[in-house]
């Protein structure tokens, strides 16, 4: 049964005074204290919080980190505790605390392997749950000090609540709607990763009057940049879709809401996104307009009406524009109704360094033959040219770059790759490109799919 995780965002408290010691899991640093000081981690909902539904983190998992930047304690604590005690000598430390309904439902890292950049992911087979994450600055404790510091927790995800659908035509035997692309990591500091993304597909069931509607109850990461959304009506052999590029991204900390209508031929579907602020924020809305000339089908049905009388046959499509999205790709190019489409994934590591030209666009083009990519997006993926990969990469809805990355792309027909570099004192960060002979073993390949509109 699916358990309401309304958690309350209120104070983490952090004591630290002079009393008794109790044994965790602190490293051989621990062995000469000197005159320790005491860590005592409350984990509890704000007292002076009365939000309907609050209720105190469940699990928690707070990493304690000397100056070095090595973890030196890991602290754990429980709906029943609401806290943890360990002992540290007086030293300069930082903390970063996890919390949540079932913390160990993420891939945490031990204490060996943690740093801040640690990536928590959803463990294979387990269900995302409100997931809250929060780190201090550097703190310097001194011996026989009294000390209290306070963390409040930050939420990472998303909640998508409702889904409906109206007058979706009667011979339609299912209705999905889909998000992409969302985050799958993030890491201990609460900093996004965008080395993988993933989608989200929600069932709608059929009610009455032509309405189909779903309540998901569902945890998600935020989206990475402005989020690509697609409406999908099944019918017996076939499907037909209406997809749309939103205006802003879908952040953490909101409810999400989503309704919309099925107009007939020549309007398509429109949504209005409703988001929620989770114990605090602003409500926003946001209307999402879904019309025939961005919807896809792949029907040999030609009787898709409805019970109204309305036509809905798939007129012809008009081209996308450049810089926006059509099934699930970024559109890099468009020439009347040729258009090139850019994979929403990537992958690295697939060839070593000092492997020649020829053998690593052998290995490039066996993955690229296997390369899946988009919504109903078929065809023979290349590695792009050099134009193409540069057009991409700077633009931060399709690629969002946060360090130095390099990516495979085509010279003629030589095998090069562009290096891509974030400007941050600029906003937003522009990126500075130059192309490479040399790349190294984590060189990125993101494809592209030439496809012609019907």
């Known amino acids: ?97 996890v919390g949540g309904f079932d913390v160990e439902r993420m891939s945490l890292p031990t204490q060996d ?50 889904v409906t659908i109206h007058q979706v035509p009667a011979n339609v035997t299912g209705v999905e709607l889909v998000i992409e692309p969302l985050y799958q990591k993030v890491c201990l500091d609460g900093t996004l990763t965008s080395n993988a993304t993933e989608s989200a597909t929600i069932e709608l069931a059929e009610g009455d009057d032509g309405t189909w509607q779903a309540e998901p109850e569902l945890y998600l990461l935020p989206s990475k940049g402005k989020p690509f959304i697609t409406v999908r009506f099944l019918y017996d052999g076939g499907s037909k879709s209406y997809s749309y590029s939103a205006s802003e991204p879908m952040e953490a900390n909101h409810k999400v809401k989503i309704e919309g209508t099925y107009r007939g031929s020549g309007v398509g579907v429109q949504l209005t996104g409703v988001l929620q602020g989770m114990t605090w924020g602003e409500d926003r809305i946001i209307t999402f307009d879904f019309d025939e000339t961005n919807s896809g089908s792949q029907d040999n049905n030609d009787d898709n009406g409805d019970d109204n009388g309305q036509n809905n046959d798939n007129p012809d499509e008009d081209a996308p524009t450049v810089g926006s999205f059509y099934k699930g790709c970024y559109v890099v190019n468009v020439s009347g109704k040729n258009v090139t489409l850019v994979s929403p994934t990537e992958k690295r590591n697939l060839v070593q360094i000092g492997t020649s030209n020829d053998e690593a666009l052998a290995i490039l083009q066996g993955e690229l033959a296997a390369w899946t990519a988009g919504d109903n997006v078929s065809g023979t993926w290349r590695i792009p040219t050099e134009d193409e990969a540069r057009a991409f990469l700077v633009d931060k809805n399709c690629v969002e770059i946060e360090s130095a990355q390099t990516y495979f792309c085509m010279v003629g027909t030589e095998l090069m790759a562009v290096e891509v570099r974030p400007n941050y004192s600029t906003d937003p960060p522009t990126q500075f490109i130059k192309q490479t002979s040399d790349w190294e073993g984590n060189t990125r390949l993101r494809p592209v799919i030439d496809i012609t509109l019907p």
């Open 1 to 97: 049964m699916k358990h309401s995780s309304s958690f309350v965002l209120g104070a983490m408290a952090v004591l630290l005074a002079l009393a008794g010691c109790s044994k965790d899991i602190v490293d051989e640093q621990a062995q000469d204290m000197g005159d320790p000081c005491q860590l005592t981690i409350v984990t509890r909902g704000d007292a002076t919080t009365d939000d309907e539904g609050a209720e105190s983190v469940n699990t928690g998992r707070i990493y304690v980190f000397n100056q070095d930047n090595r973890c030196v304690s890991i602290l754990s604590t429980d709906e029943d505790t609401q806290g943890a005690v360990t002992q540290l000598p007086a030293g300069t430390y930082s903390f970063y605390a």
């Open 113 to 162: 392997a943690a740093s801040p950049q640690s990536e928590l992911q959803l463990l294979s087979g387990k269900e995302m749950d409100d997931l809250l994450l929060a780190h201090t600055e550097t703190t310097t404790l001194v011996a026989g000090e009294n000390r209290t510091l306070t963390i409040p927790l930050e939420r990472q995800v998303q909640y998508i609540e409702q």
